[in-house]
């Protein structure tokens, strides 16, 4: 039960400084690129730049640490993937032009994206089936208020400082992580070193392969409110009608302290019906309500559109148990790896959803643009959900056989 009480502590909190990282860029944005020379008209094109090498740092250090995990340990990559993102954090408090800058948000992309998945993994395999649900739930919780503490961050110290203090807090995590220990059900897997981390058997099996599509895109509507809902909220605001400056930092704030709130929610409700899958797909449809409220409802200040923004990142709230989800659907030698890419080809979605909102904003105004994608998001995070197995109570001490 100690060793429990630890590794929720332990990656809780790994998981807060994981966001707060994740997020800060987004916060400080306009301050740091102005500080480099940036001219104002210049700000979104490298902005979208940066996020860009970040968001491609991701989807390599999720294959990356995600093999890792399977091959190497979950401990392994919880370490490695702190330390990675810890010494970016410190590096990018001393840059001084935006190559430098593009190169060390993309390493700290690869830092990033093992955090969540290895965590998730570790505890999935180490508590007990039936509560392993308030496990998962417990850290994203936690994880997601790093958010709500960088917009804090960045509004309190300059980005140099901010980026400085993330670095400091992640080597402090390093010394807390010598209490946890690895999963049992790795450590016997082991024994069969030849059938670990094999990532062809994603794809040499339909049924795993589509099983493992459908995981990725039932977290498709998380990203659609945060990546075009909220980060586009001062375009959305203008066309709504709303004439006060519209701050991105304090909707991103808003939305994941709702996010926060929504994961307890959805974890505790998972967990009374005994179901991933229906809380899932009440998740989904709170998200195409409050979506429409946002969009539709006549909003004319810019509180009013704070105010949503908590209601759609709780609607959003079920990131805990779709991580949860992948990890339950498949075998230990390869958990970690689908644990691990899951969220961030999600995270990474993020770039076709914003493709389409402003292809479409061209010809229907941004309202109808954000409706019509995040129809299409959460009608596909729906189908994909009906067609998962509900996994709730399954024993996950098995291996996936290399058979097609």
């Not at 804090?152 to 390093?174: N, Q």
Request: proline share 1%.
């Amino acid at each position: 039960m100690k060793n429990i009480k630890s590794l929720l502590i332990v990656t809780a909190l790994g998981y807060f400084v994981d966001i707060y990282d994740l997020i800060l860029f987004s916060i400080v944005r306009v301050q740091s690129l102005t500080e480099l020379g940036v001219a104002n008209d210049q700000l979104m094109n490298i902005g979208v730049y940066l996020i860009n090498a970040q968001m491609i740092g991701m989807l390599v250090g999720g294959v990356i640490w995600g093999i890792l995990g399977d091959k190497r340990g979950r401990l392994t990559v919880l370490f490695g993937s702190i330390l990675v993102y810890s010494l970016a954090n410190l590096a990018n408090s001393y840059v001084h032009d935006i190559q430098t800058y593009a190169i060390i948000r993309f390493i700290a992309g690869v830092g990033l994206a093992g955090e969540l998945g290895a965590g998730i993994t570790l505890i999935t395999e180490s508590m007990s089936k039936e509560k392993r649900g308030y496990g998962t739930m417990i850290v994203a919780s936690i994880g997601l208020l790093g958010a709500v503490f960088a917009a804090f961050i960045g509004d309190h110290f300059t980005w140099r400082t901010a980026y400085l203090i993330g670095g400091i807090l992640g080597f402090l995590l390093l010394l807390m992580r010598v209490s946890v220990t690895e999963s049992n059900m790795f450590e016997n897997a082991k024994s069969r070193a030849h059938q670990l981390a094999d990532f062809k058997l994603l794809f040499n099996n339909k049924h795993r392969f589509f099983t493992y599509l459908n995981c990725i895109l039932i977290g498709l509507p998380v990203w659609f409110v945060v990546g075009i809902l909220i980060t586009f909220s001062p375009e959305i605001a203008k066309e709504i009608g709303i004439t006060e400056t519209i701050s991105v930092g304090k909707g991103i704030m808003f939305c994941y302290l709702g996010t926060a709130i929504g994961d307890i929610a959805s974890g505790v409700l998972s967990q009374i019906l005994k179901s991933r899958k229906k809380v899932v797909f009440l998740f989904l449809v709170m998200i195409l309500m409050s979506s429409c409220w946002f969009l539709y409802s006549g909003l004319s200040t810019a509180t009013a559109l704070y105010k949503i923004a908590f209601i759609l990142g709780f609607s959003a709230g079920y990131w805990a148990l779709f991580v949860t989800i992948a990890a339950e659907q498949f075998g230990t030698n390869i958990r970690s790896t689908v644990t691990t890419t899951v969220p961030n080809f999600v995270r990474a979605a993020v770039v076709p959803l914003t493709l389409g909102f402003a292809v479409a904003k061209q010809s229907m105004g941004a309202i109808n643009a954000a409706f019509l994608v995040g129809s299409i998001s959460i009608a596909i995070a729906l189908l994909s959900a009906f067609h998962l197995k509900e996994t709730f109570g399954k024993d996950l001490n098995y291996i996936e056989k290399n058979e097609a």
